[in-house]
């Protein structure tokens, strides 16, 4: 899994899921009701050209920025869900990290592969206690010192 923090890496990453091979599927998790409140202020000067957003809330610009990027990313055949949570507080990330949990389970038996066996995992593992020493891997210590 890889994360994108919009809009922080929307020119970034945001141009490779739009544009690049799909092979991913992206998940948007929004928040409904902000921890704060900030409104845009405007500038006399507006130098940047931005006081067309003036008086909006920042929660709100990043909402549309969201709903821009979403709607770009349907049209371009970008597969997706979004998940709505009604407030980023600890009850709320429990749910969406049971969610997480379960649908990586699902996911694996769909697949064909057992997720909660990790060969993959056990071979890295292995290779670590033996470069540590860790006592019972004394052999492919050896083993791997002659790779070395």
Same mark, same amino acid.
């Given at each position: 899994?890889?994360?994108?923090?919009?809009?922080?890496?929307?020119?970034?990453?945001?141009?490779? #899921?739009? %544009?690049?091979?799909?092979?991913?599927?992206?998940?948007?998790?929004?928040?409904?009701?902000?921890?704060?409140?900030?409104?845009?202020?405007?500038?006399?000067?507006? /130098?940047? *050209? +931005?006081?067309? /957003?003036?008086?909006?809330?920042?929660?709100?610009?990043?909402?549309?920025?969201? +709903?821009?990027?979403?709607?770009?990313?349907?049209?371009? *055949?970008?597969?997706?869900?979004? #998940?709505?949570?009604?407030? +980023?507080?600890?009850?709320?990330?429990?749910?969406?990290?049971?969610?997480? %949990?379960?649908?990586?389970?699902?996911? *694996?038996?769909? +697949?064909?592969?057992?997720?909660?066996?990790?060969? *993959?995992? %056990?071979?890295?593992?292995?290779?670590?206690?033996?470069?540590?020493?860790?006592?019972?891997?004394?052999?492919?210590?050896?083993?791997?010192?002659?790779? /070395?």
């Amino acid at each position: 899994p890889a994360s994108v923090d919009f809009t922080t890496d929307l020119h970034s990453m945001g141009q490779w #899921i739009q %544009e690049g091979e799909r092979i991913i599927f992206e998940t948007v998790i929004s928040v409904e009701e902000p921890d704060h409140k900030v409104t845009v202020p405007a500038d006399e000067a507006d /130098l940047d *050209g +931005l006081n067309y /957003l003036a008086g909006k809330r920042v929660d709100e610009v990043n909402k549309m920025a969201e +709903l821009g990027t979403q709607l770009a990313h349907v049209d371009g *055949g970008v597969p997706n869900i979004k #998940i709505t949570m009604p407030a +980023l507080n600890a009850y709320y990330i429990g749910q969406l990290f049971y969610f997480f %949990e379960k649908a990586c389970g699902i996911s *694996g038996y769909v +697949l064909g592969v057992n997720p909660f066996d990790q060969p *993959g995992v %056990e071979a890295y593992k292995k290779n670590m206690f033996a470069l540590l020493n860790k006592p019972g891997y004394e052999e492919e210590n050896k083993a791997i010192k002659a790779k /070395l």
